[in-house]
């Protein structure tokens, strides 16, 4: 089960440096996740000061 950024994400990155698979790039208006690379390991989550990266 993939994490999926939600819209309350702020781009500010954190996530994408925190990625162990470099799963997370940056979309047009916020991060995305590519669901085939995430290994579900939370670390975006871990990080994020806002809470966007959710377990779908």
């Known amino acids: 089960m993939a994490y999926v950024i939600g819209e309350d994400c702020i781009s500010c990155g954190a996530c994408e440096a925190e990625c162990p698979v ?10 995305v996740i590519d669901a085939e690379a995430c290994v579900d390991c939370g670390a975006c989550a871990g990080v994020c000061p806002v809470d966007a990266p959710k377990q779908n």
């Open 22 to 31: 470099s799963a997370i790039k940056a979309g047009d208006d916020k991060y």
